[in-house]
T-cell receptor, first 114, second 113 residues
């Protein structure tokens, strides 16, 4: 598609439950990025992929967070045993190339952990 | 360690006048800079970018200026329109960081009719 599609728009989970978020990048874009926006205006990088391969996972809290981009499937971000501080908007973005190429963002998934 | 800083949380401008949004960075390895616009409940929308080999890039009403020696960039919007009211983020990336963007904290622009 011509837009990055993220589902669901909203997700509510009780503390300790699992949350799974999905992202379909723009067709033809090889690079996918996940960002977390906790406070209103702060974007924290989580992980990036080149096709199905993890490119950079330096921002991932590895003990509970995992992500995948498999061929012919939406990319996913999974949080095991959610905590209250995981409440945030999670944005996915895609780009055509790794250098000097803008990221195109989806509209995000708002995760609320209660 | 805030590598990209937008020191003005908000800016109010009259319709038709110029809006100037500022951004400072600390990492001298950054070589690609972007501005995004964000409305509530939507993702950031790409506006304009500039490579470190240039000092100015223009696209319609939007111009980005880069001053590498001062590690400073700015976005000029002329003339400002009420529809420009949004949060503006500057972002930067380094060639050796795989396209990962580092964002500033955003500046909320309000354009009054």
């Amino acid at each position: 598609g011509e837009e990055v599609a993220q589902t669901p728009k909203h997700l509510v989970r009780g503390e300790g439950q699992k949350a799974k978020l999905y992202c379909a990048p723009i067709k033809g874009h090889s690079y996918v990025f996940w960002y977390q926006q906790v406070l209103k205006n702060e974007f924290k990088f989580l992980i990036s992929f080149q096709n199905e391969n993890v490119f950079d996972e330096t921002g991932m809290p590895k003990e509970r967070f995992s992500a995948k981009c498999l061929p012919n499937s939406p990319c996913s971000l999974e949080i095991q045993a959610t905590k209250l501080e995981d409440s945030a908007v999670y944005f996915c973005a895609s780009s055509q190339s790794r250098q000097n190429s803008p990221l195109h963002f989806g509209n995000g998934t708002r995760l609320t952990v209660t | 360690d805030q590598q990209v800083k937008q020191n003005s949380p908000s800016l109010s401008v009259q319709e038709g006048r110029i809006s100037i949004l500022n951004c400072d960075y600390t990492n001298s390895m950054f070589d690609y800079f972007l501005w995004y616009k964000k409305y509530p409940a939507e993702g950031p929308t790409f506006l304009i970018s500039i490579s470190s080999i240039k000092d100015k890039n223009e696209d319609g009403r939007f111009t980005v200026f880069l001053n590498k020696s001062a590690k400073h960039l700015s976005l000029h919007i002329v003339p400002s329109q009420p529809g420009d009211s949004a949060v503006y983020f500057c972002a930067a990336s380094a060639n050796n960081q795989g396209g990962k963007l580092i964002f500033g904290q955003g500046t909320e622009l309000s354009v009054k009719p």
